[in-house]
């Protein structure tokens, strides 16, 4: 039986650091799963997204203002 962590269907969370400028707001809805380094740019958690935080990971998407987030199902 596969872990969140390999499940194919996992979805997860990336960044496309090109386009990020580092507004923070991921980090501000979805907390659990994105910190912030020391010039304020988001560090993504290696790990599948929960399924009680797909709400939030979706809400972090839609309202990034530089659309650098996506949600990846694998």
Do not use: K, Q, S
């Amino acid at each position: 039986m596969p872990t969140a962590a390999n499940d194919p269907g996992a979805t997860r969370l990336r960044l496309d650091p090109t386009v990020c400028r580092g507004h923070g707001v991921c980090a501000e809805l979805l907390g659990e799963h994105i910190t912030l380094d020391e010039w304020g740019y988001p560090i993504i958690a290696d790990r599948a997204i929960p399924a009680d935080l797909l709400r939030d990971a979706r809400r972090a998407v839609a309202d990034c203002p530089a659309l650098a987030l996506r949600l990846d199902r694998r």
